[in-house]
């Protein structure tokens, strides 16, 4: 930032807008946002999700012109916003199919090429079963053919549109409605799951990111940057679902925050396949203090606690903060 | 202008010639050579404002044509076979949403097991997808029917298939009459979208849909088809002014005016048919044929009119229901509702077996004496099925059944005839 802050201004850790220069405002602070997902919608309360897409997709907008086209893949984000004769989009929007949102990206993106018109720009978006699970063929495919699409994906970690069932990006230990908190070593298996923005940087396309609603500004910040960049990009943005993980509503971005702080989700830029930039942590937390936000790993702190098991996933955000060089 | 060319290639310059804005491909044999055409064609700048684009399955290939149609331009694709299940999901919404696509279908039969010979097991088995299907008996009227297509898909915004049987027409260097881009220009104008992604007013396209309209939306894709019933002849027609040529249309009858006996088919078997009636009427038979070219919508009322007279239909199929016979049997006999004749099912040509005219005339003189099974199975062969059927009764874990036959039948399973 050009402008020095004094922090203790606001008493937090978050710069307010009010003492920035309005050129460095977020996007939500500015009067002429576009509320592309615009308020009246159906989701639960302290939805994650829809925090999530409500920014991303105003900051997309703003970085555009307001030249833009969104494709969604059935899910929460989707059921939740249409149920028509309503809708919340005050943007071109489509639902095709729960696998095909990067494909149909691809080919809304292919005919603003036909039709002459570049500077129209697309966005895919889906939850992270839509993404990592069934979507996942074309997902890869418009990376390798580096299609001009933003695909965000919104994970919250499970099926959550269907009742809470576990996807390939569900954490070990988590509990699901198929991963159930019951036998030898309940909730979800160790040693599974799929890791897409670490996938998609092996694709070498232009820009991946990771980035969380704990982090609002961050996450502005990044999608501005992909729109500014032509080209497969991907954005993977950690979304808390108080529904399917057992969390207070009121809780959402303390528990994302918390994820951020505990190293669990790892914030950082790629560009073509190699880290450009990380968001160091500030004052890092036990795993356990994430973990006891949420029901869905209530069982790992039974009488007595399941001390093995939560220090596996300690190693897990320990590992992840070496490699990703969270600590400076 | 007249050329001698593979039936691919004479769909990929039918195509060309509709100036498509995005063509998605995907290899499956026997419809590949129409997207390797098309892909040269682009990669030459013979198609003007038009991207190509490689995609990674059947299910994107569809779903990228999806969203180009709802960005408001003319796109096409091609498929076969397992390419066109795979595809399955895509291909009811691409209806749904009332997407004006059209894409190309080289028939080939649906494994296991696998087999890559032609049959009309795939487009039939997406008969119901809300996609008009138009089945071509030549490689003429399969370029024909693609400029057609386009037209049809665009006026009624609903996409078609157009089918045409994979190899016998694929791979079939035959003469045909290229149509110029003038023509084709007059024929079909440009593509004016009803529902388009566009920021300049904004749509939501995809919403969910309860039961308090669902019904609604469905009558209302029948009903298009409906309309479809009077408009496909009339386009028939339009072009037959502009081009001078018979392509298309509902069906089209075959020396049926006295016939007692008259045989039902799809696609290009009907060549061989038309010899049969003749050579057959030579000797007296009162036989006559019909082609179905378009069976989404199912033409009732058209049928009616040609078979009504009869004393026999025999519907000869490319296409199994198994456990029932026939699927054009059904529309056929529905057709026929409240008319006593007799109607036989003659399952044909599965997996490229060959359907000779010899096979053919024996079938249609059993027909005429009103010897035939309600079902029947051109050609089987019975002594393999009989020798695996004890086989499988005798042994305990009999194992798979294909391969059994296949080493019965030795080096000679290569044979397709």
Redesign the interface.
Known sequence: MDQIVKFYQTGTFTVGNRLLAEGQRSVQADMHRTNSLNSGHRACQGCGEALGARYAIDAAMQATG????A??ATGCL??FS???PE?S?????????F??AA??????????????RPH?RVIAQGGDGGTTDIGF??L??MF??NDDVLYICYDNEAYMNTGVQRSSATPPAARTATTPAIGSSPGNVFGTGKNVPLIAMAHRIPYVATASVANLRDLERKVTSAMEIDGARYIHIHVPCPLGWGSAPEDTLKVARLAVESGLFPLFEARHGKITDRTPIRRKVPVTEYLKTQKRFAHLFGNPPELGRLALIQQIADRNIEEFGLLQ | MLKQIEGSRAVAEAIALCRPQVICAYPITPQTHIVEGLGEMVKAGEIANCEFINVESEFAALSVAIGASAAGVRAYTATSSQGLLYMAEAVYNAAGLGLPIVMTIGNRAIGAPINIWNDHSDSMALRDAGWIQLYAETNQEALDLHIQAFRLAEELSCPVMVCMDGFILTHAYDRVDIPSQEAVDAFLPRYEPRQVLDPADPVSIGAMVGPEAFTEVRYLSHHKQLRALGLIPRLAATFKDQFGRDSGGLIRAYRTEDAETIVVALGSVNGTVQEVVDSMREQGSRIGSVSICSFRPFPLTALREVLQHAKRVVVLEKCLAVGLGGIVSDGVRKSLSGIVLNGYTVIAGLGGRAITRGSLTRLFEDAERDELEQVTFLDLDADVVSYELERESAEPRPGPTAEAILRRLGTVASRIG
């Open positions: 307001n030249q833009l086209i494709v969604n989707e059921v249409t149920p028509y809708t989009w005050q943007i071109p929007w489509i639902h095709s199919l696998g095909n494909a149909v990206a691809s080919g809304v993106a292919a005919a603003q090429r036909a039709l002459g129209v063929g074309c890869s495919g390798e053919r």
